[in-house]
């Protein structure tokens, strides 16, 4: 079973802030996604990753994989209430294999931002 | 659109209760899974399936049973009910399976079904 370790758990940030969000595994991943949920709702795409180095921004969000595939950051620059929620990140494992067809999720970061 | 569906929505079940919980999705999609969310332990897979009449388990298979006679439906069944089984559950589909050597298209998610099992 590949393991995706999130960290921190926990973010509680004022507004305007900065902060990154790690997602670090020993297994290779041939993509990496992030998904953001909001209460009572399920997650909902963000960004897909698939090369290794690759850095994508959305807004505020930056997103980069790490060169070895393993890992994965998200960064938030000036955060915003809006930004509210929980954080999670998925691995899509190499094609083939025993793994097929299982995406693997980190624990998740709870990030509350306050005005 | 409606996209991912499950019903219901709350439920609560005694110990050694069955019931089925309820997925569907109108956007032809070739992958349907099953996951339960519980506190610090993210999203773990119980099940899914890469097309109709195929399913396969994930990492917490144990205790539910799965089918896909359609390509639109996609049910979890308790057999008998644990307390164990007290989670939040969402159904995902996506157009192709993660790994499958394609574009890994994203998973649309349900709304969740929040089950408590006393």
């Known amino acids: 079973t590949q393991l995706l370790e999130q960290s921190p758990q926990f973010l509680s940030i004022q507004e305007g802030e900065n902060l990154t969000v790690y997602c670090n595994s020993s297994?290779?991943?041939?993509?990496l996604q992030w998904y953001r949920q909001e209460p009572g709702e399920g997650p909902v795409l963000l960004v897909t990753?698939?090369?290794?180095?690759e850095v994508k921004k959305l807004k505020r969000l930056t997103f980069q994989f790490g060169d070895a595939r393993k890992d994965s950051s998200l960064h938030i620059t000036a955060a915003q209430p809006g930004d509210t929620g929980l954080y999670l990140c998925a691995g899509a494992p190499n094609a083939g294999g025993t793994s097929y067809g299982k995406l693997t999720f980190g624990q998740g970061t709870i990030l509350t931002v306050h005005p | 659109n409606a996209g991912v569906t499950q019903t219901p929505k709350f439920q609560v079940l005694k110990t050694g209760q069955s019931m089925t919980l309820q997925c569907a999705q109108d956007m032809n999609h070739e992958y349907m899974s099953w996951y339960r969310q519980d506190p610090g332990m993210g999203l773990r897979l119980i099940h899914y399936s890469v097309g109709a009449g195929i399913t396969d388990q994930g990492e917490v298979p144990n205790g539910y049973n799965v089918s896909r006679s359609t390509t639109e439906d996609f049910p979890l069944r308790l057999l008998s009910a644990a307390p164990s089984q007290t989670s939040v559950y969402f159904c995902?589909?996506?157009?192709?399976?993660?790994?499958?050597?394609?574009?890994?298209?994203?998973?649309?998610f349900g709304n969740g079904t929040r089950l408590t099992v006393t």
């Open positions: 297994s290779v991943f041939s993509s």
């Open positions: 990753v698939v090369t290794g180095g």
């Open positions: 995902a589909s996506s157009q192709t399976p993660p790994a499958s050597g394609t574009y890994n298209s994203p998973l649309h």
